[in-house]
């Protein structure tokens, strides 16, 4: 069974238009972190928000926001007021545990066009 | 802070011959280094966790034989692909997290592998 899913392959948004990319994950443990990575065309993983499963508030940086609902183990990631640049892969991504140091796994991940 | 390097960043091989992939943190000390494989349009798979020291531990479906990994410091993993066939063409990329630093771990700029 998958442990994270991405179910939206692509997505088109207007430039300008906030955009919601969702994800759904799976697992037994209490302790566990998301995140939230950008990988455009040349390849590197670039991290843009990151939320503990104990957070109360929901994690932001800039126009990212990670809308976290714990009880329907829910992630989504919410970019503010798109620009061009934000055109890429996105992927989701859960450690279980809370060391530094334990694995990361990734959805399948939603490619975003922005259009101008 | 925080960076990762690999080398080399594409790399051409004839089918049979083997290839190393060096992974390095470049300004930190990295006990736990992780690899990934990712074919074009497709997520991030992870192959296996290189850990300074010992042995490194590989996912299910992973062959430990054909993809050979060395920690050999704390800033140095290596992985092998030993004879690499056309369909070991991929884009492979490391990660180290920061011990007592941000939760993201962070990406080396991957390496791109093709055997012809």
């Known amino acids: 069974a998958q442990k994270i899913t991405q179910t939206q392959p692509g997505m088109f948004v207007q430039e300008k238009e906030a955009v919601t990319l969702d994800c759904t994950y799976d697992t037994s443990d209490q302790s566990y972190g998301l995140f939230w990575y950008k990988q455009p065309s040349s390849g590197e993983m670039i991290f843009l928000i990151y939320q503990g499963s104990y957070d109360e508030q929901n994690a932001t940086e800039g126009r990212y926001s990670l809308n976290f609902q714990k009880a329907r183990k829910s992630a989504n990631l919410v970019i503010s007021a798109s620009q061009l640049g934000d055109s890429a892969m996105y992927f989701c991504?859960?450690?279980?545990?809370?060391?530094?140091?334990?694995?990361?796994?990734f959805g399948k991940g939603t490619r975003l066009h922005i259009l101008p | 802070g925080a960076v990762v390097s690999q080398h080399p960043s594409r790399v051409i091989c004839k089918s049979g011959t083997s290839v190393k992939i060096e992974c390095r943190s470049l300004d930190f000390q990295a006990t736990t280094m992780f690899w990934y494989r990712q074919f074009p349009k497709q997520s991030l798979m992870l192959m296996a966790t290189s850990n300074e020291g010992s042995k490194a531990t590989y996912e299910q479906g992973v062959e430990k034989d054909k993809f050979l990994i060395n920690h050999a410091s704390l800033t140095l993993s290596t992985l092998t692909v030993t004879s690499a066939h056309p369909e070991d063409s991929s884009f492979y990329i490391c990660s180290a997290p920061l011990a007592g630093g941000p939760h993201e771990q962070f990406f080396g700029p991957g390496t791109r592998l093709t055997v012809l």
């Open positions: 991504a859960m450690r279980e545990g809370v060391n530094r140091d334990d694995k990361i796994i």
